[in-house]
């Protein structure tokens, strides 16, 4: 079993839908969870930051952890063709120190937003 | 522009050949990671530095090694290269191991 699951899509929605990406993890030992967003042949890009379960939203952005089940999403709301690019969740551990073994991504979901 | 700059942006090379790319992080920004990004792999964690030293390594070849200078830039060299070594690689920075990391651009390595 891998770390972390991530459906790679491709999902396509229409434009104003509400899109939910998912990962599922498999080592409590992930204490910080982020989501980037990469456009096709650019380095990822922070959306959002959280380290405990419960809601975080920012805009039109809101990621959902739940360290019981091991599942956090990121939903976005009002989406936009401009909101087309993959996805990737990332986990970093609490133990050792701090994330001392680096980020652990996800495979990345490739969300198209259809006008 | 996300503060963290690499050369080159592309790369093209010969099997065997050695290559070194580098990488500025974010002013401020104390630790360096390195990544690799491919197809079939998706981005996979090769090695850490925080000021100066080796914090952490991720699967790493021992072809493949790295250092961080004083001014905080970072290089990563790669040596006795494979085709399979074709990837994008990622250089990010963050101010403390447990923020979110600010990636740059990524070199484009292409091994013939």
């Known amino acids: 079993q891998k770390e972390v699951e991530q459906d790679p899509g491709p999902l396509s929605v229409p434009e104003g839908a509400i899109v939910s990406l998912n990962c599922t993890y498999s080592?409590?030992?992930?204490?910080?969870f982020m989501w980037y967003r990469q456009y096709s042949r650019k380095g990822p890009e922070l959306l959002m930051y959280t380290y405990s379960s419960g809601n975080k939203e920012d805009g039109r952005f809101t990621a959902q952890v739940d360290k019981s089940s091991k599942y956090i999403s990121l939903f976005i709301r009002d989406s936009q063709p401009s909101d087309s690019a993959t996805y990737l969740c990332a986990l970093l551990r609490g133990d050792s120190g701090g994330g001392a073994d680096g980020l652990t991504f996800g495979k990345g979901t490739h969300l198209i937003i259809q006008p | 522009d996300s503060g963290v700059t690499q050369t080159p942006k592309h790369l093209i090379t010969a099997t065997g050949q050695r290559v070194t790319l580098r990488c500025s992080p974010r002013s401020g920004d104390l630790s360096v990671y390195w990544y690799q990004q491919s197809l079939d792999q998706g981005l996979q964690f090769l090695i850490q530095y925080y000021n100066g030293e080796e914090r952490a390594k991720g699967n790493i070849l021992e072809r493949f090694s790295a250092q961080q200078f004083p001014d905080l830039h970072s290089e990563l060299n790669l040596s006795s290269l494979e085709l399979g070594d074709s990837a994008l690689y990622f250089c990010?920075?963050?101010?403390?191991?447990?923020?979110?990391?600010?990636f740059g651009s990524g070199t484009r390595l292409t091994v013939v």
């Open positions: 080592n409590s030992a992930f204490q910080y």
């Open positions: 990010a920075s963050s101010v403390s191991v447990n923020y979110g990391y600010t």
